[in-house]
T-cell receptor
Framework: GQNIDQPTEMTATEGAIVQINCTYQTSGFNGLFWYQQHAGEAPTFLSYNVLDGLEEKGRFSSFLSRSKGYSYLLLKELQMKDSASYLCAVFYGNNRLAFGKGNQVVVIP | DTGVSQNPRHKITKRGQNVTFRCDPISEHNRLYWYRQTLGQGPEFLTYFQNEAQLEKSRLLSDRFSAERPKGSFSTLEIQRTEQGDSAMYLC?????????????FGPGTRLTVT
C-alpha cells in the first residue's frame, strides 16, 4: 500500500515564504505530484518531480529526495489567493495517483 | 471551455436508491479516472480507464459500484442501493498516457448526499 503523510494546517503572512512537507512510503514509485485545491473546488495540478532535486515554476518550487521518501513544496511571495489545501500525491505503477490528506494553508494579511 | 465536465453537480438521494453520474473528459485525453473525496481527506482512487478499457479498480469499489466508458469518450459511474457512507464528492479526472498520466485534470465533481 501507499502511505503519505502531510501536516494538516499552517498559517502564514502575505508576502512570506512557506514550505509544505510530505513524506511517503510506496512501491513502484514513478513521480511525486503537487496539487492545489481551493475549498469546494477540484484539485489543480501545480508541479511534479520524477528525479531528485528542485523544480522551479514561478512562485512555486518542489523538491524531491527519493532515497528519503521526502518532498516539499515551497510557496514564495504568498498571496491571499494561495489560501488552499495543498495535496501531495505519489504516482505509482504507471497508472494511478495516491493522495495525502492535504495541508491547509491559511494566508493572513 | 474544453475542460473536464461532470453532471450533475449535486445529487441528493434516499438510502437504497440508485444514482448515476456522468463525466466528459478533455476530448483528446485517453485516460479517465474516478475518485471519491470526503471532508478533510485527499481524493481516493476508485477506478480508471484507458480508452474504453477499465484497467484497474480499487478495493474501495464494492460490487454496488460500476463504471463504464463505452466509446472511450464520456464515462458513467453508477452506485446501486446507496448507503449513507456513500455520501462524498465524486471527482473525475483525465490525462494523456503520452505525458505520463500523473498530470491529471479534474472536473468540478458531483456532490452526493444520501439521506
Amino acid at each position: 500500500g501507499q502511505n503519505i503523510d502531510q501536516p494538516t494546517e499552517m498559517t502564514a503572512t502575505e508576502g512570506a515564504i512557506v514550505q509544505i512537507n510530505c513524506t511517503y512510503q510506496t512501491s513502484g514509485f514513478n513521480g511525486l505530484f503537487w496539487y492545489q485545491q481551493h475549498a469546494g473546488e477540484a484539485p489543480t495540478f501545480l508541479s511534479y518531480n520524477v528525479l531528485d532535486g528542485l523544480e522551479e515554476k514561478g512562485r512555486f518550487s518542489s523538491f524531491l529526495s527519493r532515497s528519503k521518501g521526502y518532498s516539499y513544496l515551497l510557496l514564495k511571495e504568498l498571496q491571499m489567493k494561495d489560501s488552499a489545501s495543498y495535496l501531495c500525491a505519489v504516482f505509482y505503477g504507471n497508472n494511478r495517483l495516491a493522495f495525502g490528506k492535504g495541508n491547509q494553508v491559511v494566508v493572513i494579511p | 471551455d474544453t475542460g473536464v465536465s461532470q453532471n450533475p453537480r449535486h445529487k441528493i438521494t434516499k438510502r437504497g436508491q440508485n444514482v448515476t453520474f456522468r463525466c466528459d473528459p478533455i476530448s483528446e485525453h485517453n485516460r479517465l479516472y474516478w475518485y471519491r473525496q470526503t471532508l478533510g481527506q485527499g481524493p481516493e482512487f476508485l477506478t480508471y480507464f484507458q480508452n474504453e478499457a477499465q484497467l484497474e479498480k480499487s478495493r474501495l469499489l464494492s460490487d454496488r459500484f460500476s463504471a463504464e466508458r463505452p466509446k472511450g469518450s464520456f464515462s458513467t459511474l453508477e452506485i446501486q442501493r446507496t448507503e449513507q457512507g456513500d455520501s462524498a464528492m465524486y471527482l473525475c479526472a483525465s490525462s494523456l498516457v503520452q505525458t505520463g498520466g500523473g498530470e491529471q485534470y479534474f472536473g468540478p465533481g458531483t456532490r452526493l448526499t444520501v439521506t
